[in-house]
């Protein structure tokens, strides 16, 4: 049934229907919302990864552990 997956024509019939539900203007609004959430949750993940560096673990804050 779906032995070949998605080929080149079905992206492209796709695409057409994003465009025609969409609209033309509203596309690059959309692109330019997504790309500003995907730049903060890089940013905050990042963010998260340094504070987990910076807290020293269970035997740094007490050697006798």
Do not use: C, Y
């Amino acid at each position: 049934m779906l032995r070949n997956g998605l080929e080149p024509w079905h992206l492209l019939v796709v695409a057409i229907m994003i465009i025609l539900l969409f609209g033309s203007k509203k596309l690059p609004e959309a692109a330019r919302g997504l790309g500003k959430s995907m730049r903060i949750l890089k940013s905050e993940a990042k963010a998260m990864k340094d504070d987990d560096e910076a807290q020293p673990t269970a035997t740094e804050r007490n050697p006798a552990l």
